[in-house]
C-alpha cells in the first residue's frame, strides 16, 4: 500500500509541478506560437501517458501484492491486449508527429517578400551579412574567408559590393518584417538561437541552411550557440535588437558595406607598408 500511493503521489506532483512551474519559456517575440503550441501538446500526450502508466504500476502493485498462499497465474499472451496498446500507441504517436509535420512545412516555406540575412558561425563569435540598396546578398566562397573578408565574399561579385558586413557585432532588424536567415558555418557545427523566437537550425560547415521568422515585438534578445562547439562554446554571444523601421533604418546607415571596408583595408594596409619602408 506504502509503495503505491508513493507511486501515485509522484505522478500526480510531477503533473502539478509542470503545470504550475514557475520556470516556463520566455515571453514569445516571433510569429511561431505554432511551434509553442505543437510542445504543449506534446507536454499533453506524453503526461497523460506518463500518469496511466504510473497509475497502472500503483495499481498492479496493490492488486497483486504478496499474500499467504496466493499463486502467480502465467499468462503469456493476450492478443485482445496487444492490439488496443498498438492501436492506442499509434494513435498517441501520430498526434505528436503530424502537427511537427505541419509546422516544419510552415518553417521551410518562406514568404515571397522575405529579407535575406546571413549569418556565420565560427568559433567563437557570429557575423552577420545584410543586403545593401539593391536588395539582394552577392555570392560568397569559403575559400574567400581571410582576416580581411571573414565573410567569404565574392569580390568580383557587383552584387556583394553593398553587402553590409557586421562582424562580432550586434543584429538589429525591422519589427513586423519577414526574415529568412541564410546559415553558414566555416568551421565546425554551430547554431544559431534565440529562445524568444523558438526557431533555430544546425550551422554546417559547407552547407547553407535556413529558416526564416517575422518578429513581433521589440526589444533586445540574446543570440546562443544550441550546437556544442568547442571550449569556448558557452561565450559565443550575441544579440539581436528588434526595433521600428525608421530607428532601423537610422542604424542600418551607419554600418559599412562590404567596398568600404575593402577601402578601409586598403589604404590602411598601404600606410603601414610606406612606414615600413
Known amino acids: 500500500m506504502a509503495v503505491a500511493i508513493i507511486l501515485l503521489l509522484v505522478a500526480i506532483a510531477s503533473v502539478l509541478f509542470h503545470i504550475f512551474s514557475p520556470w516556463w519559456w520566455t515571453p514569445l517575440a516571433s510569429n511561431w506560437r505554432y511551434i509553442d503550441d505543437t510542445i504543449t501538446l506534446t507536454f499533453w500526450i506524453t503526461g497523460a501517458v506518463f500518469f496511466a502508466v504510473v497509475a497502472f504500476m500503483a495499481y498492479c502493485v496493490f492488486r497483486f501484492r504478496h499474500t499467504e498462499g496466493r499463486r502467480a497465474a502465467y499468462n503469456p499472451e493476450n492478443k485482445r491486449l496487444e492490439w488496443w496498446l498498438s492501436v492506442g500507441t499509434a494513435i498517441g504517436v501520430a498526434a505528436m508527429l503530424a502537427p511537427g509535420l505541419v509546422v516544419w512545412h510552415q518553417f521551410v516555406t518562406v514568404p515571397a517578400n522575405a529579407t535575406e540575412v546571413e549569418v556565420m558561425g565560427q568559433q567563437w563569435q557570429w557575423s ?150
Open 128 to 277: 552577420y551579412r545584410l543586403p545593401g540598396k539593391d536588395g539582394r546578398l552577392g555570392t560568397s566562397d569559403a575559400r574567400n574567408v581571410s582576416a580581411e573578408n571573414p565573410m567569404g565574399l565574392n569580390p568580383d561579385d557587383p552584387a556583394g559590393q553593398d553587402d553590409v558586413v557586421i562582424q562580432n557585432d550586434d543584429l538589429h532588424l525591422p519589427l513586423g518584417k519577414p526574415v529568412k536567415v541564410l546559415l553558414r558555418s566555416i568551421d565546425v557545427l554551430h547554431d544559431f538561437y534565440v529562445p524568444e523566437f523558438r526557431a533555430k537550425m544546425d550551422m554546417i560547415p559547407g552547407s547553407v541552411t535556413y529558416y526564416w521568422f517575422t518578429p513581433t515585438r521589440t526589444g533586445t534578445f540574446d543570440v546562443l550557440c544550441a550546437e556544442l562547439c568547442g571550449a569556448a562554446h558557452a561565450q559565443m554571444r550575441s544579440k539581436v535588437i528588434v526595433e521600428e523601421e525608421k530607428d532601423y533604418h537610422a542604424w542600418l546607415e551607419k554600418q559599412h558595406s562590404f567596398a568600404e571596408l575593402s577601402g578601409q583595408r586598403d589604404v590602411a594596409k598601404a600606410a603601414y607598408t610606406r612606414e615600413s619602408e
